[in-house]
């Protein structure tokens, strides 16, 4: 059985096989995602979106992998600084996605009475925000583990 760690993301008492649940999880919905997009049923399918989707295609595409890759690099080693480090490097990927889907906007909801373009909006700069948040909080979470490893002086 694994030892409670009062260093996990998900708080106190979380065991590392729970984590490794989670990353495992995380690695399947990307995966997920990505056969949504490009496989069946294929993102041209969904009738909201615009031909312009396939302009940021590569920036979403980019956050799911980076998103993969974190969650099975923890899988072998999830040391507070890697996650933290991880932590960075998608919600900076996420926000790079989430200002072309911005600048490009490839939606369309023509015919909709409800202000669906407002909300998108919203949901977007809610998004930025989230990950600008996200990317100072893991770096505090880096700068604090690797202080915390320095030899005392």
Do not use: C, K
Not at 69 to 81: E, K
């Amino acid at each position: 059985m694994d030892a409670p760690s009062s260093d996990s993301p998900t708080g106190p008492g979380t065991t590392a096989a729970a984590r490794r649940v989670g990353y495992v999880l995380g690695v399947l919905v990307n995966v997920l995602l990505l056969v949504l997009v490009h496989g069946w049923p294929g993102w041209e399918s969904v009738p909201f979106l615009t031909p312009e989707t396939a302009e940021v295609l590569g920036e979403v595409d980019a956050a799911i992998v980076v998103g993969i890759v974190a969650n099975l690099g923890y899988l072998v080693a999830d040391p507070p600084w890697l996650r933290a480090l991880g932590d960075v490097v998608t919600a900076a990927v996420g926000l790079v996605a989430t200002i072309a889907v911005w600048n490009v906007f490839p939606f369309e909801f023509t015919g909709q009475t409800f202000p669906w373009d407002t909300v998108l909006r919203v949901l977007l700069v809610a998004g930025m925000v989230g990950s600008v948040v996200a990317i100072v909080v893991a770096l505090v979470r880096l700068a604090r583990g690797s202080r915390t490893r320095s030899p005392a002086r």
